[in-house]
């Protein structure tokens, strides 16, 4: 079955630091893009960022607002997508999906999805 | 950044009838490569989102055929022939053509 089983949300405290994993099951891993979107309280979907997979470069891109504070990586070895968070902030507070693009179809769309994890950014 | 516009942002139908949803973009999705990026998700309560269109008109795995997308450029639509009590949720378009990827606000859909 394919499946994909965020962990790591928690009460962080602004200024703090988090890092979400995202363990891959039922299909092969390394060959697929990966991204993370968030969902904040009762607001519509913002994509957060992907990263590519190695062999077409492994880089990552992100969204605005995240940039220089938000890390994707990945480990092909263990099938696990991270998400470093530093310098949380209010407005980060979210439910964070990993999805992985066209795992099941030929091209385009975010196919598989996550349960979803809770960030709450709060003193 | 692309800035994905949907309408209406609230649907209420009865069951059996039709609905559509638009989305705007503002600029044309179509990539290089041929392919035209428009994804639609539905996010049923309590759940998290699913792929139910992708590349303007290709239907995922176990949607109903009572669900098409159609459009090209920067105008398209999602439509529902006839509307089940299960279809109950918001809908999302997102562009995918460049980085970053956006969603459109997301439509609502009740069913009266």
């Known amino acids: 079955e394919v499946q994909l089983v965020e962990s790591g949300g928690n009460l962080v405290k602004p200024g703090g630091s988090l890092r979400l994993s995202c363990a891959a099951s039922?299909?092969?891993?390394?060959?697929?893009?990966m991204n993370w979107v968030r969902q904040a309280p009762g607001k519509g979907l913002e994509w957060v960022g992907r990263?590519?997979?190695?062999?077409?470069?492994?880089?990552?891109d992100y969204a605005a607002p995240v940039i220089g504070r938000f890390t994707i990586s990945r480990d092909d070895s263990k099938n696990i997508l991270y998400l470093q968070m530093n310098s949380l902030k209010a407005e980060d507070t979210a439910v964070y999906y990993c999805t992985g693009d066209h795992v099941l179809i030929a091209v385009g769309g975010m196919d598989v999805w996550g349960q979803g994890t809770t960030v709450t950014v709060s003193s | 950044d692309i800035v994905m516009t949907q309408s209406p942002l609230s649907l209420s139908v009865t069951p059996g009838e039709p609905a559509s949803i638009s989305c705007r973009s503002s600029?044309?999705?179509?990539?290089?490569?041929?392919?035209?990026?428009l994804d639609w998700y539905l996010q049923k309560p309590g759940q998290s989102p699913q792929l139910l269109i992708y590349v303007v008109s290709n239907r995922a795995s176990g949607v109903p055929d009572r669900f098409s997308g159609s459009g090209s450029g920067t105008d398209f639509t999602l439509k529902i022939s006839r509307v089940e009590a299960e279809d109950v949720g918001v809908y999302y378009c997102m562009q995918a053509p460049r980085t970053p990827f956006t969603f459109g606000q997301g439509t609502k859909l009740e069913i009266k």
């Open positions: 600029q044309s999705l179509l990539h290089s490569n041929g392919y035209t990026y």
């Open positions: 039922g299909f092969t891993f390394s060959n697929v893009w």
């Open positions: 990263i590519k997979s190695k062999v077409d470069g492994g880089t990552a």
